[in-house]
């Protein structure tokens, strides 16, 4: 009997058998069915990400498997064969607090500004119904790039944070505009855009060169000015806008010599390029320089009076219709006189922002008379989001102490009053914010007469003024918009 139970046994395995593996094939088939291609991308691209952003926590950071972002740091592209990982991803990614992060070098500013910047966001975020203490994290960039990802960590484990802004410094604008395309939050970068990176995640406030470079050189064909030359200092940072102006200034068929740099501390290489540009000290005049010595040095004799051919400098001799100076108004200044001293009287000058300042208009440079230059800021009675200056004798001008307070409030309120419609209630998930940052729209302000904070690249809208110098103070010429064709 026990012989025929062991043979009545195996043979049950043997018919069971291909039923169980039948079985398991199916189930394995129904694995295999899931598209896992997906949860392998995000874990590859984003997930890895938010991993490399975690190394720079802080060494006492202990990760809590309650919080969806935490929890992104221990997966493995294994976690995929789960059910659950994709909708871990998916949350973690999604996942924010509705508060802005704003990373400054706070530390690198005088006390005085640093406060005035700050006080003045509060009262924006106060007035737009929000309580700053819940709304604004503030954190100080100031030190190495490492401190800087380390804080961009904070805001994103710590803080969950639905807006990045800052980049004041180029070398955080470019870290935190990487770090914010890979990890799919919206950031807000205080600088303009300096090479071709694109992201839809990606905005930019800095003032636009392009556009104050637009201005100028269709001022100039308005004038009939068609033959320019440019110079600047070396060191210079402007160069955007003289690489905008340039590009402009050929499109419109302008011909553009330079630019030609010199030494603001070196006034020999000032001289040089004046002598350069003006044609002193060309072969072809050397007939001119001969016949000159003559007749001074006749004059000299005639009158007494001792006589050095070293002294004689040929006056300039003038084929270009304007002269771009790309530089301070305290070397602006010194320029001017330089121009005189080789008898450059009528030429009609061309400036930058940087020419904006009482001390430009306070001498009597005769030559500064009629110059135009460009700056993004018209009155200082007409800022938007409650920004006020001190005007000094003019509603252009207000004390050099208070220049960069305003510039910097204006462009750090510009970013809040935009991120602060992305993360408005209904609250949108995480990586779709930036689409109410396409649509943000500018304050009832005169200062931003366009339908929306920023163009379809991501590149926000700056209105461009041009201004006039003459009888001891400046005067706005016309503001030129960037969406409409018309200026005003």
């Not at 202990?62 to 493995?76: E, F, G």
């Not at 490492?146 to 802004?165: P, T, Y």
């Not at 470019?174 to 799919?184: K, P």
């Not at 009482?358 to 800022?383: H, M, P, Q, R, T």
Request: net charge positive; aromatic share 8%.
């Amino acid at each position: 009997m026990q012989q025929i139970s062991v043979i009545l046994t195996i043979l049950l395995l043997c018919l069971s058998a291909p039923l169980r593996a039948q079985n398991n094939a199916e189930e394995q088939s129904a694995v295999n069915a899931v598209d896992l291609t997906p949860c392998r991308h995000l874990m590859q691209t984003v997930v890895l990400s938010y991993q490399e952003l975690a190394r720079f926590l802080p060494k006492t950071f202990k990760p809590i498997s309650t919080v969806a972002t935490h929890r992104l740091i221990a997966l493995r592209p294994e976690d995929c064969q789960k059910n659950a990982t994709m909708r871990v991803i998916e949350r973690s990614i999604k996942l924010h607090t509705g508060k802005i992060g704003i990373l400054l070098p706070l530390s690198q500013w005088p006390i005085a500004l640093r406060q005035a910047v700050t006080e003045q966001i509060n009262e924006l975020v106060q007035s737009l119904g929000a309580d700053p203490a819940q709304t604004l994290i503030w954190l100080d960039t100031a030190g190495p790039q490492s401190r800087v990802e380390a804080q961009l960590a904070q805001l994103v484990f710590m803080n969950h944070i639905g807006v990045l802004v800052g980049g004041l410094v180029q070398a955080e604008a470019q870290i935190l505009g990487r770090w914010a395309d890979r990890l799919q939050i919206p950031a807000l970068i205080l600088n303009r855009r300096m090479d071709k990176f694109k992201s839809k995640q990606v905005f930019y406030l800095g003032p636009d060169p392009r556009l104050l470079a637009s201005s100028l050189s269709r001022h100039m064909l308005s004038r009939g000015l068609r033959r320019i030359a440019i110079i600047m200092p070396q060191s210079s940072r402007d160069g955007p806008l003289v690489d905008s102006f340039i590009s402009q200034a050929q499109h419109l068929r302008l011909t553009v010599a330079g630019p030609y740099l010199y030494n603001p501390n070196d006034f020999t290489t000032i001289d040089a390029v004046l002598r350069k540009i003006f044609h002193i000290d060309d072969p072809s005049r050397n007939d001119e320089q001969l016949d000159l010595v003559r007749r001074l040095k006749d004059k000299a004799q005639n009158e007494g009076m001792p006589f050095d051919s070293r002294n004689v400098v040929l006056p300039a001799a003038i084929d270009i219709d304007a002269l771009v100076i790309v530089d301070h108004f305290k070397n602006v200044r010194h320029l001017a006189k330089a121009l005189a001293y080789y008898g450059v009287k009528r030429l009609p000058l061309l400036g930058v922002p940087k020419w904006r300042a009482f001390e430009l208009v306070d001498g009597n440079e005769e030559i500064l008379n009629g110059a135009v230059f460009v700056d993004y800021i018209g009155s200082y009675k007409k800022l938007p989001y409650g920004i006020s200056g001190t005007p000094l004798g003019s509603e252009y001008f207000v004390p050099s102490s208070e220049v960069d307070g305003i510039d910097l409030k204006l462009l750090v309120s510009h970013a809040v009053y935009a991120a602060f419609q992305a993360v408005a209630t209904p609250r949108l998930s995480r990586p779709s914010l930036f689409r109410r940052l396409e649509a943000a729209k500018p304050p009832s302000s005169e200062f931003f007469a366009v339908p929306t904070l920023f163009r379809p690249d991501h590149i926000a809208y700056w209105p461009s003024f041009l201004f006039s110098v003459g009888d001891g103070t400046i005067q706005q010429m016309q503001m030129w918009n960037p969406v409409l064709s018309n200026s005003r």
